[in-house]
């Protein structure tokens, strides 16, 4: 099977940023310095202390400029991240490449980026500054259209780079005259503050009356936006003024430590230490507890982790509602339910606690514990209805699972249970980014136990399977061989049932079908035996492919039907999907085109529905054959061209599918013969730059949705061609110096023409420009259609 994930880049415009739920004030002189910034330079990192507001800026620009960069904005977002190795690897994530070869992360993600103009923004360096310093200057040096944006408490300190402090949020002039309450309340840092009590107090507003503590605490707080927020919370209790008065009392007891402390770091650790002085003694039990999740948490975690010995089970959920209405916790509500996680600076704070109070190796074994007793539950459940939510849940909770790893592989007695858990999130490392990711986790497992257990050998062909996905088949080749010796010392009926069924995929990949046959039947026979419907499911899918392609039609017909009974009698989805791509594999030779299309289509949308790319392009490339078998051999180039497109993504073609690749060439060697060459490299081409989602509707409902006819005739540019070409480049994100050289025209002639654009337009930035650039070379690229 193959690689599944939500993938938020679908659709016209690339990317991934996160929503902002809760509004953004100020900065409108900082976004303004960053986008010229970009404009100017290839990296931009913004610096100041935690809590100063660099990530809310930089994602503020980011969704600003997002229209200037047609292959994406990404949020990398690097806080929960334990380990520099997996650096390079959380960039890829979180640009949603998912890659099936062996090659180095770096070579992929290098390779990926490097025709794109995308804007990738690294959030929170500063404890890994120096790696992502060289890797940010290995990416900016090898894809030219890309431009970085980086926060971090320190600059990177590599040579393109430009950076700007943040500030904090401004205050009213001291030496200046008094303003009066609406002037007041048009400071940034006041406007903040009223923001924030007005979500505590509805209707809260500087008065007259209030005008004076307000400034006050805002001064205090010296504008740092964490510190307003944190303090804002307590006008649930009390009024400005007793606010202030607090606020004085203990900065002055909790501020009179070391000097070389600087004023800022200060006035924060003041406000959170007084945040949790404010909490009760369980709150504060519960905060230090919590800092031991990565990422997010729901309350079931929280209760399985951080109950017990001073917090009773019944209690989390009030402690948990109590954190979040001090803002310790923020809540956010996936489409699976509600979570919480904690700021950085908060979460930095509560281990601190957490080490003081001698519980922090305890409680980073719970937490570990937890997440091993997730993960067995996962593969557990795997084959059911419940499948789909699993996926999706493991996929939130992958910082933990990366925690609990990282943990068990830390401390040499504990990682056999590392490697159990890698071998349990098998469907996991599958079904979503971190094929990679998971055969290194296994590979550091095995590489460590090498004591001959049951453990070792579910590890062993669990890392076959991913070898298998890579194209590695001699790396897949031994570790089977070795599980073979180990299930047949053992006694491991099912582990020799799962060595069959991936040594027949091996002989399958090698073309060695009668070997690949024998080994397939061996696995049914075996999963029967033992009662695992996933490895009966898989191996009859696998038997039905090898019975086809060597020409057994009853045979492959019969042995799809099989596995269709397993997964409906389950309730399961994903392997029928891919019980209905062999189906129409079949059909499709025994000359059913329109029923081999049906099935292909079913198990399509069953695939998109989980954004399983290896799934989607097993079913397009069946949908291919089929056009060009139909001798509609414009449609059948159009789905060669998003083939290539898909197959490229993936790093492999027909990854795990590798026997298959003779249908493929077939298919593309009839549809060029039966057309002239301009007429399948243009159909090849649309193909190949339709979106996501487009191409998917192309494959499923048999049009272009660009080719769709307009009611209106079409508007022409009011641009000159030179204008045109300007405005592009502004959506580039080129400044009019950078356009000047690129057009070798004078800097004055381009700012003479970004001018007249803007008058023609009726616009008045360059951001409204590179909008409506980015909507009218998309028109034209549909328009092609």
Known sequence: MGAAATNTSAGAQPGRLPAEVTSFVGRRHEAADVKRMLGTSRLVTLTGVGGVGKTRLALRVADDVRRAFPDGVWLVELAALGSPDLLVQSVAEALEIRDHSSRQAIDVLTEHLRD????????????????????????????????????????????????????????????????????????????????????????????????????????????????????????????????????????????????????????????????????????????????????????????????????????????????????????EEPSSGVRYHMLETLRQFGREKLAESGEEAAQLRRHRDYYRRLAADARAELFGPGQVAWFSRLQLEHANLRLALEYSFAQPDEAPVGLSIATDLLYHWITSYYLAEGRRWLDEGLAVCTEPTEVRARALWTDSWLAIIQSDTDAASAMLDEARDLGTR???????????????????????????????????????????????????????????????????????????????????????????????????????????????????????????????????????????????????AGLLGVLQTIWQAIGAPLSGYGHLVHYHEECEAITRRAQSKSAFESAFSLGAGLSYEEALTYALEDRLPAA?????AETPSPLTP????????????????????????????????????????????????????????????????
């Open 722 to 785: 030179r204008e045109t070409e300007i405005s592009q480049l502004v959506a580039q994100g080129l400044s009019n110096k950078e356009i000047a050289a690129t057009l070798v025209i004078a800097q004055r002639t381009a700012e003479g023409h970004i001018e007249h654009i803007l008058s023609k337009l009726g616009f008045n930035s360059r951001a409204q420009i590179a909008v409506w650039a980015a909507e009218q070379q998309r028109a034209s690229v549909n328009g092609d259609g």
């Open 490 to 636: 053992l006694g491991l009926d099912s582990v020799l049932a799962y060595v069959a069924l991936y040594s027949g995929m091996v002989a399958m990949y090698r073309g060695e079908i009668e070997s690949a046959i024998r080994l397939y039947k061996d696995a049914v026979a075996r999963h029967r035996a033992t009662g695992d419907p996933v490895g009966l499911a898989l191996s009859l899918i696998r038997l039905s492919l090898a019975h086809s392609f060597s020409g057994d039609s009853p045979g492959a017909i019969a042995l799809g039907e099989e596995s269709l009974k397993v997964c409906d009698a389950y309730g399961e989805g994903w392997h029928r999907a891919y019980t209905m791509m062999a189906l129409g594999i079949e059909v499709w030779r025994q000359g059913d085109t329109e029923r081999a299309a049906a099935l292909e289509k079913e198990s399509l949308a069953f695939n998109h529905s989980l954004d399983d790319p290896l799934g989607v392009g097993v079913n397009v490339e069946v949908l291919a054959w089929i056009a060009a078998t139909e001798k509609q051999y414009r449609r059948a």
């Open 116 to 331: 794109k103009q995308a804007l990738l923004v690294l959030d929170n360096c500063e404890h890994m500054v120096d790696d992502c310093a060289l890797l940010t200057d290995r990416l900016l040096r090898e894809a030219p259209g890309l431009r970085v944006l980086a926060t971090s408490r320190q600059p990177l300190g590599i040579a393109c780079e430009q950076t700007l402090p943040v500030p904090t949020l401004a205050l009213p002039d001291s030496a200046g005259r008094r303003l009066s309450a609406a002037a007041l309340a048009q400071c940034d840092a006041v406007r903040l503050f009223v923001d924030r009590g007005g979500a505590i107090l509805p209707g809260f507003a500087v008065t007259e009356a209030n005008r004076d503590a307000v400034e006050q605490v805002c001064r205090r707080l010296d504008g740092i936006p964490l510190a307003i927020e944190l303090a804002a919370v307590r006008l649930r209790a009390l009024s400005v003024q007793q606010l202030l008065d607090r606020l004085d009392n203990q900065f002055r007891l909790l501020t009179t430590g070391s000097r070389a402390v600087l004023p800022r770091h200060q006035t924060l650790r003041a406000l959170i230490a007084w945040s949790y002085d404010l909490c009760t003694d369980r709150e504060q039990l519960l905060w230090a507890r919590i800092s031991v999740f990565a990422g997010s948490l729901d309350l079931q975690a929280a209760e399985a982790v951080c109950a017990g010995d001073g917090i009773a089970d019944e209690e989390v959920l009030d402690l948990v509602t109590g954190l979040v209405d001090k803002s310790v916790l923020l809540r």
């Open 708 to 712: 769709e006819p307009s009611d209106e």
